[in-house]
């Protein structure tokens, strides 16, 4: 379900508020954006298990409040400010999985086949784990790559979306996923693409 429609720019000319320490506009801002927002954290959290101490309200709730916080951001435009958030959500399940992991005093992270991990919100937080150390490999190489993939998978995005935080075409959004998907491949332990 996307967020309520309003005005063109008006994301934007609220996070330009916020920026500026307006709390009225953050407080609007967040009625904007909220339902959009737990729409996507709803999809990650949908391959969780029943029992999962971390719903997807909790998940927004406390992305919201990291990027409330992030008053140094230079909001360019609604595309800029999902991108941010889905960042941030990312860095709160992985977060969430270590913690998680350590508790179980597991042994090492696994290796899953990438299939396994676009459904990256899984029961077993070694999956996240994985998909995360592979993502931050592939940074080191392509950062801009990573990135695309952070935003698909942990940000639902689309290519168009992308491509405009990005400030690049949906063509090298697209060649850039391919080139992130053979490398995921490879370091998950996949085969070939």
Known sequence: MNAPESPPGEITRLLSGMRRGDRDAESRLMKLVYRELRSRAGRCMRGERPDHTLQPTALVNEAYLRLTHKDRIDWKSRAHFYAVACA?????????????????RGGPVQKIPLEDAAAYCTSRPE??????DALQQLAEWAPRAARVVEMLFFGGLTEAEIAEVLGISVRTVKRDWSAARACLYSQMGGGAV
């Open 88 to 104: 941030e959500m990312r860095r709160i399940l992985v977060d969430h999985a270590r913690h998680r992991a350590a508790a179980k």
């Open 127 to 132: 999956e996240l784990l994985a998909l995360d």
